[in-house]
């Protein structure tokens, strides 16, 4: 496949190109690649070519939870927002906590998925908090480790985990929260302040990632701790750096941590803006329309995360798309040493956008985004050097 003219991404920065791929794992960027033979050429003048982006924080619901997403729909929502890789949180039943288990749902994957799915083993056996899980035994079967949705609680458990990271050099997702706390704010604060305490006195080097980091308070702390040298990196979703609290008109608003205040998302913006915060995710959490009204947290977001983000940070000026595109592929693919494909992107900049939910593949349809007009669009998704999506009017 060749695709020619296109504006395309190369080591930070755009320039007028074509790509040819070769097959799964390789291709061939060249100014005019016209003299190679090709059965099928594509025109792709004014657009751009971005690495696949890569959402670290997903929720697929599959196994035990299929009424509210499966692993096809979620991977094919993701193929529409123009995700090639993302990381499947471990909230789902059985648990992925032993080898069984990790397998059931690595067999699914291998059926169903129409993108790169990664799944997170729990660091605790059934993300109770107990019972740390054997991390040497699960650590390549999974892209890393993570109780998301609860906190690890247990200091003694945590400094465990981390010291497991060090030694085996596996990444562990901290949904920060701690407990005694009713503020949520705080409640982040404190958590990450334990963990980071814990960083400091571990003498080791490990891989610790912050999930869905929401309030100024946590920032700060995350930028001393990277001034101070220790090894965290951390993620926000694209909701917190667009709404807050005064935005809350329905359900579709209400996530864990909760949206917080204008201070919050300014501190947050400004965290993208200095590196502080390293990654998107959009902690993708589908519900059903009942099981929202009867209170469960969380939002989609893969079929509106670039735009959303295209809209907010790049077209009012506050980063450049060279920087949305290390947030939303190079950086997530970099700490999360997401495998290397012949894994694309392409985005058509001028078009705009009205989101309508019914139309997602996502079976979820609890987005915040709902009837707001966005700008930029994902025209296709290549995967594995095959277009597993295209736009269709
Ligand atoms: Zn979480």
Redesign the pocket.
């Known amino acids: 496949m060749l695709l020619k003219n296109a504006f395309i991404y190369i080591d930070g920065s755009f320039k007028s190109s074509d790509l040819y791929i070769i097959n799964e794992t390789e291709w061939i960027i060249g100014e005019d690649l016209s003299s190679i033979k090709c059965d099928q050429i594509i025109d792709l003048s004014k657009k751009y070519i971005v690495p696949g982006l890569v959402d670290v924080?997903v929720h697929l619901r599959e196994p035990g939870f299929e009424y509210k997403e499966t692993i096809l729909t979620g991977s094919e929502s993701a193929k529409a927002g123009g995700f090639t890789s993302i990381c499947a949180?471990p909230n789902v039943t059985p648990s992925p906590d032993d080898i069984d288990n990790i397998r059931l749902i690595q067999d699914i994957v291998d059926k169903d998925a129409c993108i790169n799915v990664y799944q997170y083993s729990c660091i605790t056996e059934g993300r109770l908090g107990q019972n740390l899980v054997d991390v040497s035994k699960l650590k390549d079967f999974v892209i890393g480790f993570?109780d998301?949705?609860n906190p690890v609680s247990s200091d003694l458990i945590m400094k465990k985990m981390i010291e497991q990271s060090a030694m085996h050099d596996v990444l562990i997702a901290a949904?920060c929260?701690d407990f005694s706390y009713e503020d949520p704010r705080m409640s982040e604060y404190m958590n990450i302040k334990r963990d980071i305490e814990l960083l400091k006195n571990t003498d080791t080097s490990c891989r610790y990632h912050v999930?869905?980091v929401s309030s100024k308070k946590s920032i700060e702390l995350i930028r001393q701790a990277k001034k101070d040298g220790i090894s965290v990196t951390c993620e926000t979703a694209p909701h917190y750096l667009v709404f807050t609290k005064e935005d809350v008109i329905s359900e579709n608003f209400k996530m864990?941590?909760p949206l917080g205040d204008k201070e919050d998302k300014e501190a947050l913006i400004q965290a993208v803006c200095d590196g502080t915060i390293d990654i998107i995710a959009t902690?993708h959490a589908p519900h059903t329309y009942e099981d929202k009204l009867a209170g469960a947290m969380g939002v989609i977001g893969m079929e509106t995360s670039f735009s959303s983000m295209y809209t907010y940070l790049v077209k009012t000026g506050i980063i450049k798309l060279e920087k949305l595109i290390e947030l939303m592929s190079v950086n997530p693919s970099c700490i999360f040493r997401i495998p290397k494909y012949s894994d694309f992107t392409v985005l058509d900049l001028d078009a705009e956008n009205t989101v309508k939910s019914d139309g997602f593949l996502s079976l979820g349809r609890n987005t915040p985004f709902e009837g707001m007009t966005l700008n930029g669009r994902v025209i296709k998704t290549i995967c594995k050097g095959k277009i597993v999506w295209e736009y269709t009017q």
Request: hydrophobic share 10%.
């Open positions: 924080h949180m993570s998301d949705g949904h929260e999930c869905h864990n941590p902690d």
